[in-house]
């Protein structure tokens, strides 16, 4: 069962992400597969490698 709490968070961060013309990176897979055909411009946080820090 799904949250619909959650759902309404997630849609109004992307309506938010999208009006400002902001990219918007997210976790969600489903929604960047959902997406990925449409002119929003949606990453997702797996697709990025995060370097290591050096020790200082």
Do not use: E
């Amino acid at each position: 069962m799904s949250n619909p709490l959650r759902s309404v968070v997630d849609t109004s961060v992307c309506i938010k992400h999208f009006q400002v013309g902001a990219t918007l990176l997210t976790l969600d897979s489903k929604l960047v597969k959902a997406l990925a055909a449409s002119s929003y411009n949606i990453c997702s946080f797996n697709d990025f490698d995060v370097p290591t820090l050096p020790l200082i």
